[in-house]
Nanobody, 124 residues
Framework: VQLQASGGGLVQPGGSLRLSCAAS????????MSWYRQAPGKQRELVAR???????DSSDSVKGRFTISGDIASGMVFLQMDALEPDDTAVYYC???????????????????WGHGTQVTVSS
């Protein structure tokens, strides 16, 4: 199973983008789906997360501007990014924590999936 992310691009400050991520095959059970980002010379950081019980969270730097949504039971997650700023420029990665099988679920053995990054550039 792979995560396939799309939707990045070049946008002016104040603009919007919508990122999408979908699993390439069915997953036994998804625990959470998240978006991370990594800017040049910086560590990868969590942007937003949604969990199977419906909880969502986002970093302070994007609160009020970015919204995570999706149907993680179906392996899909979106990131609506509004009021984009130059500091949002980064490669954005889709991430998921899953149980790959009933056996793994019973053993509480989670697996991490990472998608290929999609570049978001905010510049005038």
């Amino acid at each position: 199973v792979q995560l396939q992310a799309s939707g990045g691009g070049l946008v002016q400050p104040g603009g919007s983008l919508r990122l999408s991520c979908a699993a390439s095959a069915s997953i036994y059970r998804t625990v959470s789906m998240s978006w991370y980002r990594q800017a040049p010379g910086k560590q990868r950081e969590l942007v937003a997360r949604t969990t199977s019980d419906g909880n969502t969270d986002s970093s302070d730097s994007v609160k009020g501007r970015f919204t995570i949504s999706g149907d993680i039971a179906s392996g899909m997650v979106f990131l609506q990014m509004d009021a984009l700023e130059p500091d949002d420029t980064a490669v954005y990665y889709c991430h998921s924590q899953i149980y790959a099988s009933l056996y793994d679920y019973r053993k509480r053995r989670q697996k991490e999936l990472w998608g290929h990054g999609t570049q978001v550039t905010v510049s005038s």
